[in-house]
């Protein structure tokens, strides 16, 4: 499969700074305002600011692999999908796991496998696919856009990966 480069050089974004993540996380939170799109692909129901240990807090698009770090400029990921058995399914399509530039390997999350992200040895296999944004056939394309937050809380419920999020 060939895997196209996509980069930010048509995304305009400020400094994203902590007051916006917390603003943020508040509006999308705690009032329940409807999810903002992405700033890269203008999509609705797979960007928000997210957290993760220990205490990184980010903006993230898992439609386009828009990625931006408090205080940091934004960064293209890739994205992946690895064929174990315990890969999940979500919105009718594999889930797609997106991963930093620069990782070469990482451990799947649901099979604790390592796999390459690349590879330029024929006899192993990388995980790199399109990303739901150049691949035009893909489902989460169907995915409908601009709905509040009680569609996409409604939406994002019935895939057991979403744990219950408003925003994939």
Request: glycine letters at 4%; a negative charge; aromatic letters at 14%.
């Amino acid at each position: 499969m060939n895997v196209t480069e996509t980069s930010l050089d048509n995304v305009q974004t400020l400094p994203y700074k902590l007051e916006d993540w917390e603003s943020e996380s508040y509006q999308l939170f705690v009032e329940r305002s409807d999810p903002a799109p992405c700033p890269r692909c203008n999509r609705t129901g797979f960007f928000g600011p997210r957290a993760s240990d220990p205490g990184l807090k980010y903006r993230a698009c898992r439609f386009c692999g828009f990625w931006q770090a408090v205080g940091e400029d934004p960064i293209q990921f890739r994205a992946t999908m690895h064929s174990c058995e315990e890969w999940p399914e979500c919105a009718r399509a594999p889930y797609v796991w997106w991963v930093h530039p620069e990782d070469r390997r990482y451990t799947c999350p649901f099979c604790d496998q390592q796999v390459n992200v690349e590879s330029h040895n024929t006899f192993m296999k990388g995980v790199l696919v399109l990303s739901p944004l150049e691949n035009l056939d893909h489902p989460w394309r169907k995915v409908p856009q601009n709905r509040p937050y009680s569609y996409y809380l409604r939406f994002w419920e019935n895939w057991p990966i979403t744990r219950g999020r408003v925003i994939l």
